[in-house]
C-alpha cells in the first residue's frame, strides 16, 4: 500500500513540475500580439510635427479619420483659448474648412503633436 501511494505522490509531483514548462511551450507557439499603435501623451513630444498623405475614412465634428500606408490616423483642429463654457475650442476656421471635405477625399496633411496630431494644414491631392 505504501508502494502505491509513494508511487502515486511521485506521479502526481512529476506531473506538477511539467505542467508550467507545457504551458510556457503553448504560449511560445501562440504568435505574438501586435499590438496596435496608441496615441498617448508620450506617443510623440509635444510641438512634433509631420506631414500625412492618404484617403479620408471619416469626418465627423471635427475629427478626422486619415487611412495612411501605415494605417489609420486621427486628426483634430488645433484647441484655441480656454474651455468651451468660457469661449473657448477648436479652431473655427478649421472646422469651416474641414466642411468642404468628406469621406474618400485624398488630402495631404500637415499636422503638429499636441497630445495628438492637430491640423495645420490641409489641402486635396
Avoid: Y
Wanted: zero cysteines.
Amino acid at each position: 500500500m505504501r508502494i502505491l501511494t509513494l508511487l502515486g505522490v511521485g506521479l502526481s509531483l512529476a506531473a506538477l513540475a511539467t505542467q508550467p514548462l507545457a504551458a510556457e511551450e503553448r504560449h511560445a507557439d501562440k504568435p505574438a500580439a501586435v499590438e496596435p499603435k496608441k496615441e498617448g501623451h508620450d506617443a510623440m513630444k509635444e510641438g512634433t510635427k509631420g506631414v500625412s498623405v492618404g484617403t479620408i475614412v471619416s469626418l465627423e465634428k471635427g475629427k478626422l479619420v486619415l487611412r495612411t500606408k501605415e494605417g489609420d490616423l486621427l486628426f483634430m483642429p488645433n484647441w484655441k483659448g480656454g474651455m468651451p463654457k468660457d469661449g473657448g475650442g477648436f479652431d473655427k476656421a478649421m472646422l469651416e474648412k474641414l466642411e468642404g471635405f468628406k469621406a474618400g477625399d485624398m488630402v495631404d496633411i500637415e499636422w503638429t503633436w499636441q497630445e495628438r496630431r492637430r491640423i495645420d494644414s490641409i489641402v486635396k491631392e
